[in-house]
């Protein structure tokens, strides 16, 4: 915890604070590091399979593969996410899960499944990008501010 | 009438004449499935949200309770409720079914104890003759409403908890066979700071032991009073925190006789890290499991200290801390 959050607490709390952390199990942080690997490189290898199915089977190159790559890697995640196996897969790969498109389509699919009770509008289209939406908002926001810093420095004459 | 600070004690001792439990798949596979009412096969329960499947598990729960009391719904004076759903929706839709004078309640998870309290001194107090507790909780429409989508690949930590899909109903009547309310200690509320609510174990355990010490101080008794003392969702990662604070505070309560809810509902074999939580957790766990040991005669006494946090999802994006609170109820054969 940081110290200024610390710093808001009585001296009870503090003590009972660091009481309670000594008998909490930790999160095991190298096993999921290892697992978000191990998860993550399993689903990029998957779409490296399919770009290359892509390329050799169907009239794609190695630019135009990704599309069509990106399609199917969503599908299948949002598929996952529909029969109820893919927090199982994220609860052991972690981030590895979370990171890529799949993980994306997932926090999609997921908020769209439990809406679906309050209606198409009010609960599926207005609850569909609840986890998504900031991802998007900061992106987009973010690419501006390099674009902005990338006009900025080119009409300077550098790059 | 009020004994020490914080305890009511119930001279007429209120009768259980009636309980039950209703689970749902997880809860089958769990420890205690022997001991419910009725456990069903999917989370739905044929309707189209969690929210009425829950409300579904209560109105079960109600019903059997009052079956097994060998009353009828009319022979219900108040019902009292409460769970985790916004404004207790399940709670309120199930008084509607039953069309009985109603009381809602939100006390988090400790909701049970904190009707259990209440109809015990409805009771007591001779302003009814019999009133009916119960509350509910389900697995999916509380990760809905309080965490992530239930479908949502976010991993949890291992000091997470599962929160219990079921309801437990309770018939408490002013005579009759069955298990006596003989006092209960009404909580305060405790903050240790503690804002994450992936560890509510830690977070409730202080509420909980505040509400022991106060209930031993308060009749001035020694934990050799009891058989059993369970705690309510503490989980594996509180009721840790809450045995050590306890012996800390000079409580020494051996480890046979501590026990937690959260513990004994599901096997260790299950995937539910910490343990289990929710209102159903100790409704089905007392008025399933622990009341049939009573009337089998294995267990005389037992406290039951059901905890609650009484966060929101919206005190929590805030980055408010979570107050909590524990109600701890005496029930004597």
């Not at chain 1, 799949?102 to 207005?126: C, H, M, Y």
């Not at chain 2, 769970?83 to 509607?96: E, G, K, V, W, Y």
């Amino acid at each position: 915890m940081s110290s200024i959050k610390r710093k808001n607490l009585t001296s009870v709390q503090q003590q009972y604070q660091d009481f309670a952390r000594a008998r909490e199990p930790q999160r095991p942080i190298l096993a999921n590091c290892i697992r978000a690997f191990i998860g993550g490189g399993i689903i990029c290898t998957i779409g490296q399979g399919i770009q290359w199915f892509f390329i050799t089977y169907f009239n794609f190159d190695e630019k135009t593969a990704g599309d069509p790559t990106v399609a199917v890697l969503i599908i299948i995640s949002v598929l996952l996410t529909s029969f109820g196996v893919y927090d199982h897969i994220a609860q052991w790969a972690g981030a590895g899960s979370a990171v890529p498109v799949t993980g994306f389509a997932n926090t999609i699919a997921s908020a769209s499944l439990d809406s679906k009770s309050e209606g198409f509008v009010l609960g599926v289209g207005g609850n569909m990008f609840k986890i998504a939406g900031p991802v998007i908002v900061f992106g987009v926001f973010s690419a501006f501010v390099v674009a902005l810093i990338k006009v900025t420095i080119t009409s300077l004459g550098g790059m | 009438m009020l004994q020490g600070h914080q305890t009511w004690v119930f001279e007429s001792k209120p009768v259980i004449i009636g309980s039950a439990a209703i689970g749902g798949p997880f809860e089958a596979q769990g420890n205690l499935a022997k001991d419910f009412d009725l456990l069903h096969g999917d989370i739905w329960l044929g309707q189209d949200s969690y929210e009425l499947a829950e409300r579904k598990f209560l109105e079960e729960a109600c019903e059997t309770a009052i079956k097994k009391a060998g009353l009828k719904k009319e022979d219900i004076q108040f019902f009292l409720s409460g769970d985790l759903i916004n404004q207790i929706m399940p709670s309120s839709f199930t008084a509607r079914t039953l069309a009985v004078p109603y009381l809602g309640i939100y006390g988090a998870c400790s909701s049970s104890m904190e009707g259990l309290s209440l109809a015990s001194l409805i009771i007591d107090s001779g302003f009814a003759q019999t009133a009916l507790v119960g509350t509910s909780s389900h697995n999916a429409a509380c990760e809905k409403q309080y965490r992530y989508p239930t479908e949502y690949g976010a991993q949890k930590p291992p000091t997470a908890q599962w929160t219990v899909t079921g309801a437990g109903a309770a018939v408490v009547a002013k005579d009759g066979e069955g298990p006596h309310v003989v006092a209960s200690t009404i909580g305060r509320v405790i903050d240790m700071g503690l804002s994450d609510p992936f560890n509510m174990g830690a977070a409730m355990a202080p509420a909980a032991v505040d509400t022991i010490e106060a209930h031993f101080r308060d009749l001035n008794i020694s934990p050799s009073h009891y058989d059993l003392i369970a705690t309510g969702d503490l989980g594996r990662v509180g009721h840790r925190i809450a045995a050590d604070l306890l012996t800390q505070h000079g409580l020494d309560i051996p480890v046979e006789k501590l026990t937690d809810c959260g513990i004994l509902m599901y096997k260790e074999s299950q995937p539910v890290l910490a343990g289990g939580s929710g209102c159903a957790c100790v409704a089905t766990t007392t008025f399933g499991h622990l009341l049939n040991r009573m009337r089998k005669g294995e267990l005389n006494r037992i406290l039951i200290i059901a905890t609650g946090a009484l966060l929101s999802p919206m005190s929590y994006q805030q980055k408010e801390t979570i107050p909590c609170i524990a109600y701890a109820v005496s029930i004597e054969m």
